[in-house]
């Protein structure tokens, strides 16, 4: 499938964000105009539920796009998905890293956490090292 050949064209995504831009503005004069609390945060739900679509058109694109390419190079496709809804419900900076980034054996901490304890120290020195 070539790019021309998504399932949503590249210009309703477009649209559809441009739309949300208009009410995120009308949202920000309504805020200038010192409108009701109640009624600016129910056009930021409408904003919000608006953009929720938006993406659910991207991530639709994602799968049929950028899914099969990543899958074709190797990437475990579980993974690839986890990223992208990680990418969009927690936002970037908490997101799994990205594959570049990730390392493919156990931190040096992560390896000590496998292995057993020793069961001869006492509470207060396993307490210290955690």
Request: proline content about 5%; some cysteine; overall charge positive.
């Amino acid at each position: 499938m070539n790019k021309s050949e998504l399932p949503v064209p590249r210009e309703k995504v477009a649209r559809r964000l441009r739309q949300v831009a208009g009410q995120l503005r009308g949202c920000a004069r309504m805020v200038e105009d010192q409108k009701e609390c109640a009624d600016i945060l129910t056009q930021m739900a409408a904003a919000r539920a608006a953009l929720s679509a938006a993406a659910a058109l991207v991530l639709t694109n994602y799968t049929h796009l950028c899914l099969e390419k990543e899958r074709q190079q190797g990437e475990n496709a579980s993974d690839s998905l986890a990223r992208v809804f990680a990418l969009w419900t927690a936002g970037p900076s908490d997101a799994i890293p990205p594959k570049s980034a990730r390392r493919t054996t156990a931190s040096p901490r992560r390896k000590r956490e496998l292995q057993p304890r020793d069961r001869g120290k006492d509470t207060e020195s396993q307490g210290s090292q955690l």
